[in-house]
């Protein structure tokens, strides 16, 4: 079977990590120190904080943006504006904060937040907009900042931007590297994504304060400077055990150098596709926008009969999946239900992905293709 997820792992990693075990430094280190530097010459950004994962990037955002904009700080209350067609991660990190979500349709072409419904939804009790970058298509970056310069204008208040980075390593929108935009952007180094440190994570933070807390926050609220031999030092609020260890930020900078080779591969096998399948019977493809270049961690197609469709693929040895349901009909958010998401209504149950990764050959695209082109 052609899967639709594969690990990458740089030759590299295996003397980085027999390093890291060599000299026993498996908690924060030098490791992590120079992953972290090479993630900021990367993105270009000055602020950045690695974690555990990237579900630990979205709860610290979160509590980030809870006490952004009245001081409090307390990690509690307030309204979220979030997407339902997303992995349950980025919705659940809302509830754990003891924040309240409110859904936002879905835009059918881009399969991201729809901007007219965001602007819609916005209040006075908006803390936060969280956005996914589903399968690396950057959402609308431009739209989101007017409508919030327009919230602004109209309650006094910005609420934060969350963007869920977690399948947009690799990303640009608008000849920017996603997660470089001035929001608060939650990255996963999970296995099988882009980057790949085993289980890992990032925030990028948009100014030094936000950073310093965050900073602290990965570690219980210590600042690891402190002087904890003669115990001066002082929390001066409670925070998690976040941080990223060694041997994860070994792989990390290992795959660092060979990832965008891996994104290329990914593009080049989209823009197959893109060709191949359009005008197909039964297919619809996700819409492209000039300036909003995704890194395609997946390639998602709207089709007639999915279950037919994936039988069929499956026949011929090709994995293909919807990979996710809509968050908001699950038992969990039940009290949270909004029935009137037409644009999401009108798509989910015809979304699904199909391999477009670097262990795609250009022959199993074809025969991807071929197939498809078959009819099921
Ligand atoms: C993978 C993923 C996450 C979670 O990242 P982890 O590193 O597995 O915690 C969050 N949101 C989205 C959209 C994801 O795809």
Same mark, same amino acid.
């Given at each position: 079977m052609i899967p639709l997820f594969r690990v990458a792992v740089d030759q590299g990693a295996g003397p980085l990590v027999a390093e890291a075990l060599r000299t026993g430094v498996l908690g924060h280190g030098p490791r992590g120190e120079e992953f972290e530097q090479a993630l900021r010459d990367r993105l270009g950004v000055p602020y950045l904080t690695t974690l555990n994962n990237g579900t630990s990037a979205l709860h610290l955002a979160l509590r980030l943006a809870a006490g952004h904009g009245d001081g409090g700080g307390d990690g509690g209350g307030g309204e979220v504006l979030t997407t339902p067609y997303t992995f349950e991660a980025t919705n659940w990190a809302i509830l754990a904060n003891g924040m309240r979500i409110r859904w936002v349709d879905v835009d059918p072409g881009t399969l991201t937040m729809d901007m007219d419904d965001l602007a819609r939804k916005i209040t006075p009790r908006t803390r936060a907009v969280m956005v996914v970058h589903w399968a690396g298509h950057p959402v609308d970056l431009d739209r989101l900042a007017s409508v919030l310069d327009d919230a602004e204008a109209a309650h006094g208040f910005r609420p934060a931007v969350i963007e869920d980075c977690a399948q947009a390593w690799g990303s640009v929108y608008q000849g920017v590297?996603?997660? &470089? #935009?001035g929001n608060l952007c939650a990255f996963s180094f999970h296995a099988?994504? #882009?980057? &790949?440190?085993?289980t890992g994570g990032m925030l990028v933070t948009p100014d030094e304060e936000s950073h310093r807390r965050a900073l602290r926050l990965r570690f219980f609220g210590i600042d690891r400077k402190a002087d904890r031999v003669n115990g001066d030092y002082d929390v001066p609020e409670w925070g998690y055990n976040f941080y990223l260890g060694e041997l994860g930020a070994a792989v990390g900078l290992a795959n660092l150098s060979s990832v965008d080779a891996r994104v290329d591969i990914h593009r080049r096998n989209a823009e197959y596709y893109d060709t191949a399948l359009a005008g197909v019977a039964g297919v619809e493809l996700t819409t492209r926008e000039k300036g909003r270049d995704s890194s395609f961690w997946l390639y998602p197609v709207k089709v007639d009969d999915r279950a037919a469709f994936i039988r069929r693929l499956a026949a011929a040895g090709i994995t293909a999946s919807a990979v996710v349901r809509r968050n908001d009909t699950h038992t969990a958010v039940r009290d949270v239900y909004d029935p009137e998401l037409p644009g999401l209504e009108s798509v989910h149950d015809r979304v699904v992905h199909i391999p477009v990764g670097w262990w795609v050959s250009e022959w199993d695209c074809e025969h991807i293709a071929e197939t498809i082109r078959s009819g099921w």
């Open positions: 590297p996603v997660g &470089a #935009h099988t994504k #882009h980057l &790949a440190c085993g």
